[in-house]
């Protein structure tokens, strides 16, 4: 039983190691059409923080620094605060950002919460989610009506197109208004096709909240891990 313990712990680690999907490549997070100055790591390192979007090296092993696969979040301890903190986009006035809680629900309901200067929605706003909720990026791409919906779970777009990078932001003091270094995120949204790919059309830094894995991710995980350790034992 505790060879069996074990193993299924490894397979679990392992499961979890190889569970990059929703890792951005670097390279297109230190990159920016806009300027030179407009990457995602350049914003970063401005506002103070010591955090990474991580590197390349070689053709083919990336170092994803301080990116976080998860793409829903929940409270850490008590409300949040949210709010932007770059924008580059064309549709930027219009951008704004909501939550859904309805996880399981083809069509969520969004609450609106912050947006451009467009959008009808504050700069910044104090937020209070009960459970676990996931993020919505109102594109803005027909000005407020009817306008194209970017989900952090990758499996509510189109061609399940990741549309966000959640970067744990770190510093050497911590910040009043944030629950520890691991409830500080940053979640840095590319709009439409992924255009240029750069993810630096709206930056917002959530204070008090974690990102969590999908419940459907850790049940297929586990399945997996355990398929993994069954065949193990029957090989032996």
């Known amino acids: 039983m505790k060879n069996f313990r074990n193993a299924l712990i490894s397979a679990l680690a392992l499961a979890f190691a190889c569970a990059n999907a929703d890792l ?3 390279n297109f997070l230190k990159n920016s059409p806009d300027g030179a100055n407009d990457n995602v790591q350049y914003q970063i390192n ?3 923080f010591n955090s990474s979007v991580g590197l390349q090296s070689g053709n083919t092993i990336y170092n994803y620094g301080d990116q976080v696969t998860d793409r ?3 409270e850490c301890n008590g ?3 949210w709010s932007i903190a770059y924008q580059f986009a064309g549709y930027g006035p219009h951008h704004k950002i909501g939550y859904y809680t309805d996880l399981g629900n083809a069509s969520p309901a969004i609450t609106w919460v912050i ?3 467009a959008s009808g929605e504050p700069h910044d706003a ?3 989610v009960k459970g676990v909720f996931g993020l919505v990026l109102d594109s803005g791409d027909h000005g407020g009506s009817g306008d194209t919906l970017y989900f952090s779970e990758m499996s509510r777009n189109g061609p399940a197109f990741d549309h966000v990078a959640v970067i744990e932001l770190h510093n050497g003091h911590e910040n009043n208004n944030c629950d520890g270094e691991q409830c500080r995120l940053l979640t840095s949204w590319e709009d439409l096709n992924l255009g240029d790919h750069d993810y ?3 930056g917002m830094i959530m204070c008090g909240a974690r990102a969590v894995p999908e419940p459907a991710s850790i049940a297929a995980l586990a399945i997996g891990a355990v398929a993994l350790v069954r065949r193990r034992r029957l090989s032996k």
Do not use: K, Y
């Open 24 to 26: 951005i490549d670097p």
């Open 46 to 48: 401005h506002m103070g």
């Open 126 to 128: 104090v937020v209070d």
């Open 79 to 81: 409300p949040m605060s």
């Open 72 to 74: 829903l979040f929940e």
């Open 200 to 202: 630096n059309d709206l």
């Open 115 to 117: 947006g451009g200067s």
